[in-house]
């Protein structure tokens, strides 16, 4: 939908002029994390007139930015952490059955080479929270009994309706290295547990923005539109594109901005001292062999210095994080030359035969994790559970909530808290549960034994690209289809994209269009793999935003501008200056 024009001649984005010219709602959501996400579209599901803003785009910022996994928290458990594993796994395991397009189940290798070390400090950190800061690595025994209290928790009250996981195995060195003949040849074994991948984590946010809207009419998402100040009994915003500013009336005012609530906190005029996040760091690799060697599988080990991490592959590229390093929110998260060199002796340590370098990086990303504050100096062991922190506007008594922790794979569970607190606020009684509600192309998506004959049906003709569609949009692919069976004769100069071929111009005009695109980092970095790949140049950024334009209603001015605002913070993270976004690992 193309921008109307403000009174002063600047373009107005249709979601921000409704937002100044309708100022009221009764409930405002600051932050469109994960998180404020879920809280968004619980309450939209129970009808309440809620509003969702975000200084950037939807999931732009800390959950952009994770491993790409869906998981219980294994190590959680060295915390004492037993509710939140508990959660996390019944979670992951809804998310299997409700965004099946999106979330798939992910054997996860760990290489061992001891076998009884970790034992003797096992207790201290199962039972105290303590142990000895510079601990023995874990042993095929210790890791045994913690992948039977996860498998466990994992097949708790499952009914078995194909939606959950295998339980772990275990194999000798021989069986491993013919599994995965790459590893170090030096382990003793390996253990293989399941948990779940999420291949494209900004888009299963972007859908259940999506569901929000189509579920209440009442449902306002905003995107770069930033909170400025409070009064007693309003919000004020400011359009970040054109700099207008407006006045919003809420009833309950939410705080869902990861890492950075206690910064939103001090813009609302409240004083809070709630967050103490650690920096994660990520790259991204393009290396066949490396891709090759983990046959599928996420290798998940114990570095040198204790650090868990990991080699994860996922859209031909391979994911090598995380670090887990103090950090300041009102600095920008870097990953830096150290961290580099720390991911690349690392896969050497695991796949010692396989040569990899920095020429190989095609994209590193880093940020902070929205951990509650904590004086433990071990990074690690902050707690990674969440809870809510409840107040008042300054000087009047619009309650404010503020989110503190969360983590991507109890987003659910945490937005349903959420949306319960508001609802008792507001004396509104919960109508439906989201537990088993399917998230936007999950609605319907065909079981695999029945994908060829969904096709056939719904989209017919090219059975390639229907099964590229349907992997990237779920059971919206058919919007998909019948705009790239429409759009070839509009858009004359080709059905694929002519620098990343793997997408098609009436595709990504259709993005534009359908999902509430504001910029064009938008399109490449979060509503497409190109980013992720490495795909992005100067000319496919041309070619892009001349669609993305068209849609949008850009001039020429505005296109350039918006590619010179990519290639600059892509400069800026190729030199360790500043992130390409202000993200970190959940």
Not at 68 to 87: A, S
Request: one cysteine or more; a neutral charge.
């Amino acid at each position: 939908m193309a921008p109307r024009r403000s009174p002063g001649g600047r373009d107005t984005r249709p979601a921000w002029a409704d937002l100044r010219d309708r100022p009221v709602t009764d409930v405002l959501i600051i932050g469109a994390g994960i998180n404020g996400v879920a809280a968004f579209r619980d309450l939209a599901l129970q009808g309440v007139d809620v509003t969702l803003i975000d200084r950037g785009d939807v999931a732009a910022a800390t959950s952009a930015a994770s491993s790409r996994m869906i998981h219980g928290g294994l190590r959680y458990l060295e915390n004492g952490e037993f509710r939140l594993v508990r959660e996390a796994v019944a979670e992951r395991n809804a998310l299997l059955a409700n965004a099946p397009h999106h979330v798939t189940p992910l054997p996860t290798t760990v290489p061992i080479h001891t076998i009884w070390s970790g034992l003797a400090s096992a207790p201290l950190r199962f039972l105290a929270g303590r142990g000895p800061a510079r601990r023995a690595p874990r042993g095929s025994m210790l890791i045994k009994a913690g992948l039977t209290l996860y498998d466990e928790y994992s097949h708790a009250g499952r009914a078995e309706d194909g939606t959950g996981v295998p339980r772990h195995t275990f194999a000798g060195r021989t069986r491993s290295l013919e599994e995965l003949p790459d590893l170090d040849p030096t382990i003793r074994c390996t253990a293989t547990y399941y948990d779940a991948a999420v291949r494209a984590p900004e888009r299963l946010a972007l859908e259940m923005a999506l569901d929000a809207l189509a579920a209440h009419p009442g449902a306002r998402l905003a995107t770069y539109v930033e909170a400025t100040g409070a009064s007693s009994t309003t919000v004020d915003v400011r359009d970040v594109v054109t700099g207008e500013t407006a006045r919003i009336s809420a009833r309950v005012v939410v705080n869902a901005s990861g890492p950075w609530t206690d910064l939103t906190n001090a813009t609302l005029g409240e004083e809070t001292a709630f967050m103490g996040g650690t920096k994660g760091s990520h790259i991204v690799l393009d290396n066949p062999a490396l891709h090759a060697a983990c046959r599928g599988r996420e290798i998940f080990f114990e570095n040198h210095d204790g650090r868990i991490v990991l080699i994860h592959p996922q859209h031909g590229r391979v994911i090598l994080g995380t670090t887990d390093l103090p950090a300041d929110p009102r600095e920008p998260a870097v990953c830096t030359d150290e961290e580099i060199a720390y991911f690349l002796e690392l896969a050497a340590r695991v796949f010692p035969g396989i040569p990899v370098t920095r020429e190989q990086i095609v994209h590193r990303f880093a940020g902070i994790r929205p951990l509650p504050r904590a004086s433990d100096a071990d990074p690690g062991r902050i707690p990674r559970d969440y809870r809510l922190e409840r107040s008042t506007l300054p000087g009047g008594d619009v309650p404010l909530v503020s989110v503190v922790g969360g983590k991507w794979t109890t987003h659910r569970a945490l937005g349903e808290r959420i949306a319960d607190e508001v609802l008792g606020i507001l004396g509104r009684e919960r109508r439906v549960s989201t537990a088993a509600l399917p998230i936007g192309g999950g609605r319907d998506y065909p079981r695999p034994d029945d994908r060829g004959d969904w096709i056939a049906v719904h989209l017919p003709g090219d059975d390639a690209r229907a099964g590229v569609l349907l992997d990237r949009y779920g059971t919206r692919a058919e919007e998909v289809a019948a705009i790239e069976r429409r759009g070839r004769s509009r858009w004359d100069e080709g059905r694929h994209l002519r620098h990343a071929p793997s997408y098609t111009r009436a595709e990504i005009a259709w993005i534009a269009r359908a999902e509430h695109v504001v910029r064009l980092t938008d399109v490449v970095e979060r509503r497409t793999q190109l980013t992720f790949r490495g795909e992005v140049a100067p000319a496919l950024l041309e070619e892009v935003a001349k669609i993305v334009g068209r849609e949008l209603g850009w001039s020429r001015r505005r296109r350039a501008d918006e590619i010179e605002r990519i290639l600059a913070a892509r400069e800026a993270v190729r030199v360790g200056r500043a992130p390409s976004t202000s993200v970190a690992p959940s």
